[in-house]
């Protein structure tokens, strides 16, 4: 009798334990992470002891609760099997199943489920910038969503990339295309998800233009559990919050509210862990924070803030710490300096490959250069596209300008340049005081 109590009580321990771990779509302080594409690494190539790690590193703490696997870029490779790049970690220059292009990344099994056990949704996100992701009919785009749930989610195949490991549901970034025949394939995904043994979800992350052209219409005719918003590279983006006619959450709070088809659904702030991370819309702890919040108290559709990318967040202070402790009314410590990259201080050089939209900058020739409209290949000092904003200071990095911003630092650092921290609007003032100062 003693003992059927003692285990009746340890077996409501372990219920309350999984529950407090188990993650809950309906809260709005969540963060969310895509791992996989080693962003950090692609813009900082010299610093390898800073790339990205295996998945399990990042899941030490409660900071992030979402993690897409990015990405799976092609639909029908080699085989008809699709393709999955993971950089540094697992690709299609490894070990790959026999006749395609798919890379064996069963060794991640372990790492997908040690996250699974903290209560870390690990979910496989399709496209990205680069990817092959269209479809030529109904019909071959039910047949792909019965290939992700055999090789990712809940069904069988002998060419299970994550081997026994089962994810947790599907990430949308699709970013080119009309998104023709999508809707067919979520609603396909979704019947087989809603007849699944546990809970799957399906999420997006479309543009902040509204609506995004390749997924405007499949979140319209699919109930979808979250919206990452990538307010990030594009007009409406976090660098133009203050600007009414720019910043528009509103505009996706309305659609959640009223056009989705999960009125539950949650929207989420997208946005760079770091300045590296994209080409415009990189906003320091303090702002981000001053934005969420705000926005958070305004919109009950808003779910929490998505970062491009973990690597980023990491070497970036622990950004994603810091975003969790605002959003759960933790305290704030604001990043310390990462490490230097080229460039402009910590403004990328330009790249020749690169598309650029007003706004955006970038270093070349020792001086810095912002773009006026959208560009591709178009050289700086070449092209009037190119805005001369002056000479580089490679010594002050805008981290440290930001750290002058924080109410850390003492009185008598801030009156040396007569300036004020009490009102966060005044950054940009600030900042150009700080250059001309140093």
Same mark, same amino acid.
Not at 56 to 78: E, K, L, Q, R
Not at 96 to 107: E, M, T
Not at 272 to 282: E, H, K, R, V, W
């Given at each position: 009798?003693?003992?059927?109590?003692?285990?009746?009580?340890?077996?409501?321990?372990?219920?309350?334990?999984?529950?407090?771990?188990?993650?809950?779509?309906?809260?709005? $302080?969540?963060?969310?992470?895509?791992?996989?594409?080693?962003?950090?690494?692609?813009?900082?190539?010299?610093?390898?002891?800073?790339?990205?790690?295996?998945?399990?590193?990042?899941?030490?703490?409660?900071?992030?609760?979402?993690?897409?696997?990015?990405?799976?870029?092609?639909?029908?490779?080699?085989?008809?099997?699709?393709?999955?790049?993971?950089?540094?970690?697992?690709?299609?220059?490894?070990?790959?199943?026999?006749?395609?292009?798919?890379?064996?990344?069963?060794?991640?099994?372990?790492?997908?489920?040690?996250?699974?056990?903290?209560?870390?949704?690990?979910?496989?996100?399709?496209?990205?910038?680069?990817?092959?992701?269209?479809?030529?009919?109904?019909?071959?785009?039910?047949?792909?969503?019965?290939?992700?749930?055999?090789?990712?989610?809940?069904?069988?195949?002998?060419?299970?990339?994550?081997?026994?490991?089962?994810?947790?549901?599907? $990430?949308?970034?699709?970013?080119?295309?009309?998104?023709?025949?999508?809707?067919?394939?979520?609603?396909?995904?979704?019947?087989?998800?809603?007849?699944?043994?546990?809970?799957?979800?399906?999420?997006?992350?479309?543009?902040?233009?509204?609506?995004?052209?390749?997924?405007?219409?499949?979140?319209?005719?699919?109930?979808?559990?979250?919206?990452?918003?990538?307010?990030?590279?594009?007009?409406?983006?976090?660098?133009?919050?203050?600007?009414?006619?720019?910043?528009?959450?509103?505009?996706?709070?309305?659609?959640?509210?009223?056009?989705?088809?999960?009125?539950?659904?949650?929207?989420?702030?997208?946005?760079?862990?770091?300045?590296?991370?994209?080409?415009?819309?990189?906003?320091?702890?303090?702002?981000?924070?001053?934005?969420?919040?705000?926005?958070?108290?305004?919109?009950?559709?808003?779910?929490?803030?998505?970062?491009?990318?973990?690597?980023?967040?990491?070497?970036?202070?622990?950004?994603?710490?810091?975003?969790?402790?605002?959003?759960?009314?933790?305290?704030?410590?604001?990043?310390?300096?990462?490490?230097?990259?080229?460039?402009?201080?910590?403004?990328?050089?330009?790249?020749?490959?690169?598309?650029?939209?007003?706004?955006?900058?970038?270093?070349?020739?020792?001086?810095?250069?912002?773009?006026?409209?959208?560009?591709?290949?178009?050289?700086?000092?070449?092209?009037?596209?190119?805005?001369?904003?002056?000479?580089?200071?490679?010594?002050?990095?805008?981290?440290?300008?930001?750290?002058?911003?924080?109410?850390?630092?003492?009185?008598?650092?801030?009156?040396?340049?007569?300036?004020?921290?009490?009102?966060?609007?005044?950054?940009?003032?600030?900042?150009?005081?700080?250059?001309?100062?140093?």
């Amino acid at each position: 009798m003693v003992f059927a109590r003692v285990r009746s009580l340890l077996s409501v321990a372990v219920l309350l334990a999984s529950s407090a771990f188990a993650y809950d779509n309906a809260r709005s $302080d969540n963060v969310v992470a895509y791992w996989g594409q080693n962003s950090y690494g692609a813009s900082h190539g010299g610093d390898s002891g800073n790339w990205q790690k295996t998945l399990s590193y990042y899941c030490n703490d409660d900071s992030i609760n979402v993690f897409p696997i990015s990405f799976v870029h092609v639909f029908f490779g080699a085989g008809g099997l699709p393709s999955m790049d993971l950089s540094n970690i697992c690709s299609p220059n490894g070990a790959v199943f026999p006749g395609s292009a798919l890379p064996n990344c069963q060794f991640l099994a372990s790492d997908i489920q040690t996250c699974q056990s903290k209560g870390k949704l690990i979910t496989l996100s399709l496209g990205g910038a680069t990817g092959a992701t269209s479809f030529n009919s109904d019909a071959q785009a039910t047949q792909f969503a019965d290939t992700i749930w055999n090789l990712f989610l809940g069904g069988s195949s002998s060419t299970r990339p994550f081997g026994n490991a089962v994810l947790d549901g599907v $990430d949308f970034d699709i970013e080119s295309g009309t998104g023709q025949y999508y809707a067919t394939f979520a609603k396909q995904l979704r019947s087989r998800m809603n007849g699944g043994s546990k809970k799957y979800y399906l999420t997006a992350a479309p543009q902040c233009v509204f609506p995004d052209a390749a997924l405007g219409n499949v979140i319209n005719s699919v109930g979808f559990d979250a919206i990452y918003v990538q307010f990030y590279n594009n007009w409406c983006g976090l660098q133009n919050y203050d600007n009414a006619n720019a910043w528009n959450f509103n505009v996706w709070d309305n659609w959640a509210k009223t056009a989705s088809p999960n009125k539950n659904v949650k929207v989420y702030i997208g946005a760079p862990a770091s300045s590296t991370a994209a080409n415009a819309g990189y906003v320091d702890i303090n702002r981000l924070k001053q934005i969420a919040l705000e926005t958070k108290a305004k919109y009950s559709s808003f779910g929490g803030v998505m970062f491009w990318d973990a690597s980023q967040a990491y070497v970036n202070g622990r950004f994603d710490k810091a975003t969790k402790a605002f959003l759960t009314g933790g305290t704030v410590t604001p990043p310390t300096d990462p490490p230097p990259s080229t460039g402009c201080g910590n403004v990328a050089a330009w790249n020749k490959g690169t598309t650029y939209v007003g706004g955006n900058r970038a270093s070349y020739n020792g001086r810095l250069w912002e773009a006026k409209w959208w560009t591709l290949g178009e050289t700086p000092g070449s092209a009037d596209v190119w805005k001369d904003v002056g000479a580089c200071f490679a010594k002050v990095s805008s981290q440290k300008v930001d750290k002058v911003q924080t109410k850390a630092m003492k009185a008598s650092q801030l009156s040396k340049f007569n300036l004020t921290l009490s009102d966060v609007e005044e950054t940009e003032r600030i900042k150009s005081r700080l250059f001309k100062a140093l």
